[in-house]
């Protein structure tokens, strides 16, 4: 168990439809990092927040938006769905923001219809 | 943006074999990470290298910075090393977010 928590686990909705993917990090950790792992793509940087900022974009559609709370949980938000959009989101937690280790989510798989 | 490049893509192992899986990337970096995803998806962080050789248990990882190399082997592999190995290099421009490998694919046979 590497204390960091995704919610759902699983999720199945419909092409356009919006979703809110949700990440508790580690106690301790200001940086939360989202990542997408598609069978096509692999796995890609999505969007780096730490301490409540957004600090690096990576791959994100302009469809994809994220922000992390005061509480240091942070959530991502998928809007107008598409097919290709099915993937395994993960979050990962890391206690700054110069390389250290990070420790990964058990992951929300989205399957689009 | 750093190529991560892995070989092999997929590996069949008898148990109690030595495994090398080889990570190389093109840009000079601070530190690379090994990840292991198990066949349910979930990621750990096995290894973070900046410099020389870590093991733990019966991993070792070696980096070799001018080279821009690095080798994850697994020494007596069994049946639950079976899983994805994954390198990824940190980005200080992405403020160290991963760039990752496509992963290698390990299968141990009994």
């Known amino acids: 168990d590497s204390g960091v928590t995704q919610t759902p686990k699983h999720l199945i909705t419909a092409t356009g439809q919006r979703v809110t993917l949700r990440c508790s990090p580690r106690s301790g950790d200001l940086s939360v990092y989202w990542y997408q792992q598609s069978l096509d793509q692999g796995l890609q940087f999505l969007i780096h927040y730490y301490n409540g900022e957004e600090r690096a974009k990576g791959n994100i559609l302009e469809r994809f938006s994220a922000q992390q709370f005061p509480d240091l949980h942070s959530e991502l938000n998928l809007s107008s769905l598409e097919l290709g959009d099915s993937a395994l989101y993960f979050c990962?937690?890391?206690?700054?923001?110069?390389?250290?280790?990070?420790?990964f989510g058990p992951g929300t798989r989205l399957l689009v219809l | 943006k750093n190529e991560v490049e892995q070989s092999p893509q997929n590996l069949t192992a008898q148990e109690g074999e030595f495994i090398t899986i080889n990570c190389s990337y093109s840009v000079g970096i601070s530190a690379l990470h090994w990840l292991q995803q198990h066949p349910g998806g979930g990621i750990v962080s096995l290894f973070m290298l900046s410099s020389g050789k870590k093991k733990h248990g019966r991993l070792i990882a070696t980096i070799n910075i001018q080279e821009k190399h690095s080798s994850l082997h697994i020494t007596a592999s069994h049946p639950r090393d079976s899983a994805v190995y994954i390198c990824?290099?940190?980005?200080?421009?992405?403020?160290?977010?991963?760039?990752f490998g496509k992963g290698t694919s390990l299968l141990v046979t009994p």
């Open positions: 990824a290099v940190a980005d200080p421009n992405s403020g160290y977010a991963l760039n």
């Open positions: 990962a937690s890391a206690v700054g923001t110069s390389g250290p280790t990070q420790y």
